[in-house]
């Protein structure tokens, strides 16, 4: 049984099994009755994880197209005819021809072994379990009643939640907006497609500092949208390449995450934030400010005020922030905020998506927020992040000295490593897997070749150093394997 496999495409291994395996099948290349490699044969042959052909096999028995009989093996389905007359779906034909692009194969690869505890987990963007709010939940559960938040949302979010984020963002963050102006979402992400499936069109372009987390989500090209890039330094990004890049291009929207920016954790300078503005109003371009890391603050200065706190809600500013990265990613809780003409529009589209966020967890953040819970849990998150984080600088200095330059930023969960001597991103990646670390290879986020995300949020202080040495050793033989 010929099999071809193509690592580089966006399709699945397993799936790729499937396909191809259906086609033979089909096709009467692999007869009805004629036995199948085992497993683990076919896995050696392709030279892949035997869990990725367990997958497709299972994928293959469930559409009637292959059975196992104990102690025999795998065989094709006995009937022919059977086959013809089940005119079963051609899952995978249907599967590639669906509007969302699947994820990026580098990062699905990462998500798929993150939850393996035997790998050191460097890639991950959440806290360990350990810093989450567990105590304070099952207080704020106690005895509760919770019948009455088992209605459907209003699409915006539950009034008196919308309320609890004003009062929040304006004590935290000096944002004045009053609940027709907040929108709850869940989480960050929801909010990323509401906006582009709200106000983007295809072909449209959009300006996005690079790099940038935003570059690894497949939104973008599924919905047809061109990204133009925005170059980064260590005040964040250069706006003054934004005019240039609108008269070429006629930039639709420019989307900045301005405070410890994932992955490089930079923030955007005063006079940066001023100007952005400026040439943003000039031109008549909105701004999406995503504020989704600005709590995580470790060290330094406190970061700017955020863009939306200059240019008031009804301005040139969509701004949304999260509770992902400073209290629960769980939660999925998250608001845009902005004018009310766009909340509304984009409320109507939330109901359509989800029929608006769960009130049960609406009604415990709430309680969550004002009973000062997430206060002491941020001191909680900060303090642990800011020994983590030494850890890992310790660590880079210790085995990378030499062989890398990294970061170190004020805040967020990560630090961003350039290899002097840069290497292909798989090789990396899959060297990584071998010495049982995981971290996030640049390109991911629109990078360059030899950059790597180092998350020091996820692993505790030992995982974090012994991680930082497995790195250091795949770092070494992938150099080795590309002389
Ligand atoms: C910069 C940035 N924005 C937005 C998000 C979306 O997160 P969530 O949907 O959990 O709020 C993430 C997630 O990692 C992120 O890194």
Known sequence: MKLDLDRGHNEPLHQQIVRQVETLILSGELPPGSGMPTERHLASLLRIHRSTVTKAYEQLRAAGLIHSVQGRGTFVADSMWDLQTNHFPRWSQYMSSGVFRPTISLLRKVHQLTPDPSYINLADGEVSLDLLPTAIMKELLKGEDMASFMHYSDPRGERKFRQAIARHVQKQYGIEADEDEILVTSGGQQAMHLITQCLLSSGDSIAIECPSYHYSLPLFMSSGIRLLRIPVDQDGMIPSSLPELHRAHRIRMVITSPTYQNPTGVVLAKERRLELIRICRGLSIPIVEDHTFSDIRLHGEAPPLPLIANTGVEGSVLYFGSLSKSAAPGFRIGWIIGPRSVISRMADIKQQFDFGTSPLMQELTSRYLESGGWSEQLERIRAALSRNQETMLHALDRHLQGKAEWTRPGGGYHIWCRLLQPAAETSLLEEGIRQGVLMVPGRVYG?????????????????????IARLA???????????
């Open 473 to 483: 050793r795949a770092v070494s033989i992938v150099a080795v394997g590309q002389r």
């Open 447 to 467: 990078a360059e070749a030899g950059y790597v995300r180092l998350s020091y949020a996820r692993a505790n202080e030992g995982e974090i150093a012994e991680g």
